[in-house]
């Protein structure tokens, strides 16, 4: 298929650990770029590739990849990370460029 | 410091043009792809356009083929994405955002803000 499937919203309590996942045919073949975006602000990029940080991304962010899923894992999450998760990737073509729906993370 | 920073967006008709610029510096704009991501009010992120550093390879999301032209500068660090044949549906911010490699989005600008209505 030619879309990355995120669920709308997750929550997460305080200092505990939460996982968002990314669905989609491509993601067999390419890794998931993460993208964390507050209101009112542009996206920033939290995780490319295999599992890499851009600098001054907090080491408790981390991506993985199993089969047609990305995920992206916030270990001990802060009240600084509730805001909006999108992945990237490249759809089945090479060429283009898809985005998940995006997931509202919730930091109870 | 890396640095994106777009204009050009406003009110326009139906059926109208627009012309956006994307003004980069703090790196090497030649040695970069380029893309136009957008974000319609409330809803999450669609990417517009990618332009390859030289501006050799030029791809388009189905929806704006043929109405959007993504072009580049290298002699003036800037990017930018002439919209033709504009529709509400193109009411979004508009971001220009740097492809480090392999579609991996690791600079945005501010975003310009397009609205489309008559």
Redesign the interface.
Known sequence: SSELTQDPAVSVALGQTVRITCQGDSLGN??A?W?Q?KPGQ????VI??KNHR?SGIPDRFSGSRSGNTASLTITGAQAEDEA?Y?C???DSSG????????TKLTVL | EVQLVESGGGLVKPGGSLRLSCAASGFTFSNYNMNWVRQAPGKGLEWVSSISNSGSYIYYTDSVKGRFTISRDNTKNSLYVQMNSLRAEDTAVYYCARDRVGLEFDYWGQGTLVTVSS
Do not use: I
């Open positions: 390419y890794y770029s993208y975006q542009a996206p920033v990029l490319y590739g851009p909006d999108y990237n990737s490249r060429n283009q460029v898809l985005f998940g729906g995006g």
